[in-house]
T-cell receptor
C-alpha cells in the first residue's frame, strides 16, 4: 500500500515552454502533498506544501508564479513549471501524506531537462 | 529553527562489514526523526522513523538507528552490508509545530566487494 506515482518520469522541453508534472496517491487519500526539488548530488529542498482545496504554501525563495501548484483532489496534485529555463532543470519529487508530515510517501521523481 | 547535519558525505565499506551513518540534529523542541534511502534516479523510501517510545528503532533491510537526546544524534547502523545497500541515505527531522521535513545533505554509501 501507500503508493505515489509521478508522471512523466522524464521530460525534455524547450526554453520558454511550460511543463506539468502530476503526482497521484494511488491507494490512499492525501490531505497534504509536498513538492521537492533535488539538484545533482544534493539534498531535497522543499518547494511548497499543498492541502487539498486550498492555496499552496511556498517556501522562501520559491517563485509561486513560476511554479504553479494545484491540489484539486485528495489524490492528485500538479506542479506546472511556467516559462521553463535551463536553470529549472532538476529532479522534482513529490510526496503525499494522509496525515501529518511525519508520514510522507514519496513518488519516484520527475527529471526535467530544459534545453 | 530545525536543522540536520550528516557528518559524512561519502562512506565506503566492504561487503559484509558493519556500517554507521551519522546524523545530528538541532531543535529547541521535541522532534520526529527519519532515515530515507534513495537509489539512483528514484524517489525516497523510508527506512525507519522515531516518533516516541523506545530509542532503538529497527527498520527495513536490517537497518536500525538509536535516538540519543543528550547528544542530539540519530545514527543509522547495519551490522553487515550488502552490495545492494549502495545508495544515498538521508536523515530528516520534523515536529514541534513545523509542518515539514528538513533533510540533511545526504551520505553516499558505497559497498565494495
Amino acid at each position: 500500500g501507500a503508493v505515489v506515482s509521478q508522471h512523466p518520469s522524464r521530460v525534455i522541453c524547450k526554453s520558454g515552454t511550460s511543463v506539468k508534472i502530476e503526482c497521484r496517491s494511488l491507494d490512499f487519500q492525501a490531505t497534504t502533498m509536498f513538492w521537492y526539488r533535488q539538484f545533482p548530488k544534493q539534498s531535497l529542498m522543499l518547494m511548497a506544501t499543498s492541502n487539498e482545496g486550498s492555496k499552496a504554501t511556498y517556501e522562501q525563495g520559491v517563485e509561486k508564479d513560476k511554479f504553479l501548484i494545484n491540489h484539486a483532489s485528495l489524490t492528485l496534485s500538479t506542479l506546472t513549471v511556467t516559462s521553463a529555463h535551463p536553470e529549472d532543470s532538476s529532479f522534482y519529487i513529490c510526496s503525499a501524506s494522509p496525515q501529518g508530515p511525519e508520514t510522507q510517501y514519496f513518488g519516484p521523481g520527475t527529471r526535467l531537462l530544459v534545453l | 529553527a530545525q536543522s540536520v547535519t550528516q557528518l559524512d558525505s561519502q562512506v565506503p565499506v566492504f561487503e559484509e562489514a558493519p556500517v554507521e551513518l551519522r546524523c545530528n540534529y538541532s531543535s529547541s523542541v521535541s522532534v520526529y526523526l527519519f532515515w530515507y534511502v534513495q537509489y539512483p534516479n528514484q524517489g525516497l523510501q523510508l527506512l525507519l522513523k522515531y516518533l516516541s517510545g523506545s530509542t532503538l528503532v529497527k527498520g527495513i533491510n536490517g537497518f536500525e538507528a538509536e535516538f540519543n537526546k543528550s547528544q542530539t544524534s540519530f545514527h543509522l547502523r547495519k551490522p553487515s552490508v550488502h552490495i545492494s545497500d549502495t545508495a544515498e541515505y538521508f536523515c530528516a527531522v520534523s515536529g514541534g509545530g513545523y509542518n515539514k521535513l528538513i533533510f540533511g545533505a545526504g551520505t553516499r554509501l558505497a559497498v565494495h566487494p
